[in-house]
């Protein structure tokens, strides 16, 4: 599976979230179990002690204690002492290291969101991986031929992309070259098998290959060699391919073909309009022709 470029800064704001978050749940149940709360009065001081031995003498366990008599002394002109204050609570500092902590953790978050915004905003997509750049837009070569223009379809048979130490990669190449005023534009499509052979079957599916991806490729004047020859179109060049994963942007495959491609009517004779064609495709020593389904067609412009 293939990732954007573009989603590498979230998955790291992603990563970075995933382990600050349980360290700012540490912090907040630590904070609430270290809330200050009301705590109980201190309990009085012990008065002094009372010797209740004269009491018992005077008054047995069963006997009626006597009335108390009116106290003969001078009466108190001043007001009973105040209780002593409780003693208050200090309020809980609250800028201690809990509180640092989850300031320093929200700093943070908010550095990291800002980072990944800005390189999101910023982040290239490199050639090649991933991106449109991959594939060269392409040119319609089917609008209908411009006067002095010659454009071909070619089908070709099955021809050996790559050797591998066991068996070969094959593909049936379709090609499609506009070329106008000695300029040209060729698209490529292969459709690959891998075979465990030595050369490229007739039928891969018949002979048991494994079907492999679809490569596509594009190359264009000055990269495209142009050498018309009387009624014969004949381009070459070196093709880079990309592949189109489905659902996802197209992907270079790192390979190139050095492909030379010839066409021409098959009766040998350029007309106007549109025609049958033959066409031969020469890839290092392999060589092959054109199908025999009819497939093939050249036209040639007014």
Known sequence: MEIPVTAGPWLVLGLVLGMLLPVLGALA???RRRRPGTRAAAPPPPGPVVDDLPGFLESPPGSVPAPPLPDAGWPALSAPAPRPPATPVPPRDRSGSTGVLVAMAVTALLLIGAAAAVATARAPNPAGVGDRDARPERAST??????????AE??????????????VTVAAPTVRVTAADGRATAEVELETYNCLRDEAPEDPVAAGCSRSVTEYAQLSAPELAVRPDGDTLRVSGAFPTWREPFGSPPVATGRVYEFTVTAAPRDGRAGNGREAATGLLELGDERVGTRDDGASVITYGG
């Open 142 to 151: 089917s609008p209908g031929p411009a006067p002095g223009s010659v454009s």
């Open 29 to 31: 149940v630590r904070a």
């Open 154 to 167: 070619l089908a070709f048979e099955n021809v050996v992309l790559e050797r591998h130490a066991v068996g």
